[in-house]
Protein backbone atom coordinates (compact mmCIF):
# COMPACT_ATOMS: atom_id res chain seq x y z
CA UNK A 1 0.00 0.00 0.00
CA UNK A 2 2.74 2.22 0.58
CA UNK A 3 5.93 2.04 -2.13
CA UNK A 4 9.15 4.26 -1.68
CA UNK A 5 11.34 5.60 -4.75
CA UNK A 6 14.11 7.69 -5.00
CA UNK A 7 16.88 5.91 -2.91
CA UNK A 8 20.24 5.36 -4.19
CA UNK A 9 23.97 6.19 -3.59
CA UNK A 10 25.26 9.55 -3.27
CA UNK A 11 28.62 11.33 -2.35
CA UNK A 12 28.78 12.99 1.24
CA UNK A 13 27.45 16.44 1.16
CA UNK A 14 25.02 15.66 -1.91
CA UNK A 15 21.46 15.38 -1.99
CA UNK A 16 18.40 13.29 -2.31
CA UNK A 17 14.81 13.26 -2.69
CA UNK A 18 12.58 10.46 -2.02
CA UNK A 19 8.68 9.89 -2.46
CA UNK A 20 5.61 7.65 -1.59
CA UNK A 21 2.73 6.92 -2.71
CA UNK A 22 0.42 5.77 -0.26
CA UNK A 23 -2.84 3.60 -2.31
CA UNK A 24 -5.39 2.42 0.49
CA UNK A 25 -4.43 4.52 2.67
CA UNK A 26 -6.88 7.49 3.42
CA UNK A 27 -5.91 10.55 2.49
CA UNK A 28 -6.84 12.03 6.12
CA UNK A 29 -4.63 9.86 7.86
CA UNK A 30 -3.32 11.60 11.47
CA UNK A 31 0.46 11.32 9.62
CA UNK A 32 3.03 10.27 7.17
CA UNK A 33 6.26 10.06 7.98
CA UNK A 34 9.61 8.27 7.50
CA UNK A 35 11.76 6.05 9.47
CA UNK A 36 14.78 4.49 8.82
CA UNK A 37 17.21 1.57 10.07
CA UNK A 38 20.73 2.41 10.09
CA UNK A 39 23.14 -1.14 10.20
CA UNK A 40 23.39 -2.78 13.13
CA UNK A 41 20.83 0.01 14.31
CA UNK A 42 16.96 -0.32 15.28
CA UNK A 43 14.00 1.29 12.69
CA UNK A 44 13.93 5.11 13.84
CA UNK A 45 11.31 7.67 13.49
CA UNK A 46 13.03 10.89 11.62
CA UNK A 47 10.37 12.82 10.04
CA UNK A 48 6.52 13.29 10.62
CA UNK A 49 4.06 15.71 8.88
CA UNK A 50 0.34 15.78 10.04
CA UNK A 51 -2.88 16.26 8.13
CA UNK A 52 -2.39 19.93 8.94
CA UNK A 53 0.74 20.12 7.63
CA UNK A 54 2.80 20.23 10.68
CA UNK A 55 6.17 18.24 10.26
CA UNK A 56 8.27 17.53 12.99
CA UNK A 57 12.11 16.15 12.71
CA UNK A 58 14.46 14.24 14.62
CA UNK A 59 17.38 16.08 16.40
CA UNK A 60 19.73 14.15 13.34
CA UNK A 61 18.01 15.47 10.35
CA UNK A 62 16.73 19.14 11.58
CA UNK A 63 17.67 21.47 9.44
CA UNK A 64 18.84 18.74 6.79
CA UNK A 65 16.20 16.91 5.56
CA UNK A 66 12.81 18.44 4.60
CA UNK A 67 9.28 16.46 4.44
CA UNK A 68 6.44 17.50 2.35
CA UNK A 69 3.08 15.84 1.84
CA UNK A 70 0.40 16.05 -1.04
CA UNK A 71 -2.98 15.16 0.38
CA UNK A 72 -4.66 14.94 -2.77
CA UNK A 73 -2.48 12.79 -4.30
CA UNK A 74 -1.55 10.67 -1.04
CA UNK A 75 1.91 11.20 -1.33
CA UNK A 76 4.66 12.19 1.30
CA UNK A 77 8.35 12.99 -0.08
CA UNK A 78 11.48 13.81 1.81
CA UNK A 79 13.95 15.85 0.81
CA UNK A 80 17.63 15.39 1.86
CA UNK A 81 20.39 17.59 2.01
CA UNK A 82 23.84 17.45 2.78
CA UNK A 83 24.34 13.82 3.09
CA UNK A 84 26.52 12.42 5.57
CA UNK A 85 27.99 8.91 5.62
CA UNK A 86 25.53 8.35 8.61
CA UNK A 87 22.53 8.88 6.99
CA UNK A 88 23.51 5.17 5.05
CA UNK A 89 20.08 3.27 6.03
CA UNK A 90 16.96 1.82 4.65
CA UNK A 91 14.34 4.61 4.37
CA UNK A 92 10.68 3.01 4.95
CA UNK A 93 7.38 5.49 4.26
CA UNK A 94 4.78 5.14 7.10
CA UNK A 95 1.25 5.86 8.14
CA UNK A 96 -0.41 4.71 11.07
CA UNK A 97 -3.15 1.92 10.68
CA UNK A 98 -6.41 2.53 12.10
CA UNK A 99 -7.27 0.07 14.55
CA UNK A 100 -10.59 -0.16 16.62
CA UNK A 101 -10.46 1.23 19.83
CA UNK A 102 -6.90 1.93 19.49
CA UNK A 103 -4.82 4.92 19.00
CA UNK A 104 -1.81 4.18 16.90
CA UNK A 105 -0.68 7.80 16.11
CA UNK A 106 1.84 8.66 19.16
CA UNK A 107 5.01 8.53 16.82
CA UNK A 108 2.94 11.21 14.55
CA UNK A 109 4.65 13.69 17.26
CA UNK A 110 6.85 12.23 19.42
CA UNK A 111 9.15 10.54 17.30
CA UNK A 112 10.65 8.92 20.39
CA UNK A 113 7.62 6.72 20.80
CA UNK A 114 8.38 3.30 18.98
CA UNK A 115 5.20 1.85 17.67
CA UNK A 116 4.26 -1.29 16.95
CA UNK A 117 5.00 -3.04 13.36
CA UNK A 118 1.34 -4.36 13.18
CA UNK A 119 0.63 -0.83 14.31
CA UNK A 120 1.88 0.96 10.70
CA UNK A 121 1.83 0.97 7.33
CA UNK A 122 4.90 0.15 5.78
CA UNK A 123 6.45 0.86 2.70
CA UNK A 124 9.18 -2.02 1.36
CA UNK A 125 11.82 0.57 1.94
CA UNK A 126 14.80 2.02 -0.17
CA UNK A 127 18.08 2.02 0.46
CA UNK A 128 20.38 5.21 0.37
CA UNK A 129 24.14 4.92 0.77
CA UNK A 130 25.98 7.89 1.76
CA UNK A 131 30.00 7.59 0.72
Known amino acids: QLVESGGGSVQAGGSLALSCGAS????????MGWFRQRPGKEREAIAT???????TYADSVKGRFSISRDSAKNTVSLQMNSLDVEDTAMYYC????????????????????????????WGPGTQVTVS
Open 49 to 55: INSDGKA
Open 24 to 31: GVASNVEC
Open 94 to 121: AAPKRIWSTYTGVWCHDLGHKPRSEHVH
